[in-house]
């Protein structure tokens, strides 16, 4: 996507809600051009600066992406990665990732989910409902972003292509090493969302067993936008 966003040829690069810095990496090493991130959160920018310490072609920078601090027209690709999900006001924050873009530039919205078009079997009726968007809720965000983006990419003025990041679905051994590395969030979340605990472990002996004999399937819609600034 980042290719066919234009991002080797672009010089001026905005990767807003940049978080720690590892996509602003990817960004610097894919381009000759100079990447600018933005994050509102103090501690992701001090993250990010420790971690692009050494890059020569990124500045790093608190900004909030529903107001960002730049003249319109002043980049030649927008990105953000994850980020509508968790936005306050996603409409504006794609009117100002479409403002300072620059006529004939891109904007690149990416791995936005939708829990609603989770795909799970076998089923649980009562854990899938946590991952099937409540758990997004209750956090604040918008677990049907990923449906949503060409509205707003429309609405900001953009000409808009979408699609979907994820279109392979993994296997169990790939969700089952996934669940390994990830069972304390999955144990933390379900604790939070009331199960007990003799519940949660009726469901990894379910899950994991299904995953086991290869006949578990998993698929979580990740969606991509993106759009030229016409």
């Known amino acids: 996507m980042y290719f066919r966003a234009g991002l080797p040829d672009a010089a001026r690069i905005l990767d807003v809600g940049c978080g720690s810095g590892s996509v602003t990496r990817d960004l610097c090493l894919l381009t000759n051009g100079h990447v600018?991130?933005?994050?509102?959160?103090p501690a992701m920018v001090k993250a990010a600066k420790a971690g692009l310490r050494g890059v020569s072609n990124a500045t790093i920078r608190r900004a909030d992406a529903?107001?960002?601090?730049?003249?319109a027209g002043a980049f030649d690709l927008v990105v953000a990665n994850l980020l509508?999900?968790?936005a306050d006001r996603p409409q504006d924050l794609a009117d100002e990732m479409a403002r300072v873009t620059r006529r004939g530039g891109r904007?690149?919205?990416?791995m936005e989910?939708?829990?609603?078009?989770?795909?799970?079997?076998?089923?649980?009726?009562?854990?899938?409902?946590?991952?099937?968007?409540?758990?997004?809720e209750r956090k604040g965000g918008d677990p049907h972003a990923g449906?949503?983006?060409?509205?707003?990419?429309?609405?900001?003025g953009l000409q808009t292509e979408v699609g979907l990041s994820?279109?392979?679905?993994?296997?169990?051994?790939?969700?089952?090493?996934?669940y390994d590395l990830e069972k304390g969030f999955y144990h933390r979340a379900l604790t939070e969302a009331g199960l007990r605990k003799a519940e949660i472990d009726a469901w990894e002996?379910?899950?994991?067993?299904?995953l086991r004999e290869g006949t578990q399937l998993n698929y979580l819609p990740l969606f991509y936008a993106l759009g030229t600034k016409k």
């Open 147 to 156: 449906r949503k983006l060409r509205t707003y990419f429309v609405k900001a």
């Open 205 to 210: 002996r379910d899950y994991v067993a299904s």
């Open 36 to 41: 600018t991130a933005v994050d509102v959160d």
């Open 84 to 86: 509508f999900m968790w």
């Open 113 to 136: 989910p939708d829990y609603g078009g989770k795909v799970h079997f076998p089923e649980n009726p009562i854990v899938d409902q946590v991952f099937q968007g409540r758990m997004i």
């Open 66 to 71: 529903h107001d960002l601090p730049f003249d």
């Open 166 to 178: 994820n279109p392979r679905i993994p296997s169990c051994e790939e969700d089952l090493a996934s």
């Open 107 to 110: 904007v690149l919205a990416s």
